[in-house]
C-alpha cells in the first residue's frame, strides 16, 4: 500500500472520531447510590419498615451491617471493572464475601444446637426472600448500565459481581422490612436472596455484557 493511500485512510478513519466524555467512578456511584434508594423506598412504602429498626437487636444489626459491607465492596469492584484500564484489582469483593461466610456458619451452629430456631425459621412465606430478590433490581441495573457501556474484559467475572451486589444490596432493605431477628431466618432468607441473585447474574448477564 502506497503512502498515500496510509494517509488517505488514516485520515478517514479520523474523520469519524470524536470527542469522548471520561468516565468517573463518582458517577457510577451516584447512578448505583440513586438506584439502591429508590428500590429501598418504593419496596419499603409497599411492604412496610419494621418498627424498631433505630433499636434492632445486636445480633440483626450485625448481620445488616456485615451483608452492606458484602453489597458495598461488590459495587466498588464492579464500577473498576467498567473503567478503561489494565491490571485493575477487582478482589474486594471477594474477601467481603469470604468475611460473609460467617453468617451461614454461624446459623448452621444455631440450628445445630436450637431445632426451635431452626424450625421457626423453615416456616416463612418467602417474602423475605421475594423482597430481596426485588430491592436489588435497583442496585443491579445500575451496575449493569455501567458496565454494559464499558465492555468489561470479563463479562463471566461481571456476571458474578453484579448478582452478588444487587443481592446484597437488596438483602439490606430487607433487613429493614423483616422483623424476625433469628440467624437461622436471617442466613436462610436473606442470605437465599443473596445467593439467587448472585447465580442468576451469573448465568443471564454475560452475553449481554459483551462487545
Not at 430456631?117 to 445500575?142: E, I, K, S, Y
Not at 444487587?166 to 433469628?182: E, F, K, M, Q, R
Not at 436462610?188 to 448465568?203: E, Y
Request: glycine share 14%; net charge positive; proline share 4%.
Amino acid at each position: 500500500m502506497k503512502n498515500a493511500s496510509i494517509d488517505e485512510l488514516i485520515e478517514g478513519l479520523a474523520d469519524d472520531l470524536g470527542p469522548v466524555r471520561p468516565r468517573r467512578i463518582a458517577r457510577g456511584w451516584l447512578l448505583v447510590g440513586a438506584g439502591w434508594l429508590a428500590a429501598a423506598v418504593l419496596l419499603l412504602r409497599a411492604f412496610g419498615m419494621r418498627h424498631d429498626v433505630a433499636a434492632m437487636p445486636e445480633m440483626s444489626m450485625l448481620c445488616f451491617w456485615l451483608i452492606a459491607a458484602v453489597a458495598v465492596a461488590a459495587i466498588g469492584s464492579a464500577l473498576r471493572m467498567g473503567l478503561p484500564g489494565v491490571g485493575r484489582d477487582y478482589s474486594g469483593w471477594r474477601w467481603a464475601g469470604l468475611a460473609a461466610l460467617a453468617l451461614p456458619v454461624a446459623a448452621l451452629f444455631v440450628a445445630m444446637g436450637d431445632g426451635r430456631a431452626a424450625a421457626q425459621a423453615m416456616h416463612d412465606d418467602g417474602r423475605c426472600l421475594f423482597v430481596g430478590l426485588l430491592a436489588g433490581l435497583g442496585v443491579g441495573g445500575a451496575l449493569f448500565a455501567w458496565l454494559r457501556a464499558g465492555a468489561p474484559t470479563s463479562p463471566a467475572r461481571a456476571g458474578w459481581v453484579i448478582g452478588l451486589a444487587a443481592g446484597a444490596s437488596g438483602a439490606t432493605v430487607t433487613a429493614l422490612h423483616c422483623p424476625v431477628d433469628n440467624i437461622v431466618h436471617i442466613a436462610l432468607w436473606h442470605g437465599g436472596a443473596v445467593l439467587i441473585a448472585t447465580l442468576a447474574g451469573r448465568l443471564v448477564l454475560p452475553r449481554w455484557l459483551r462487545w
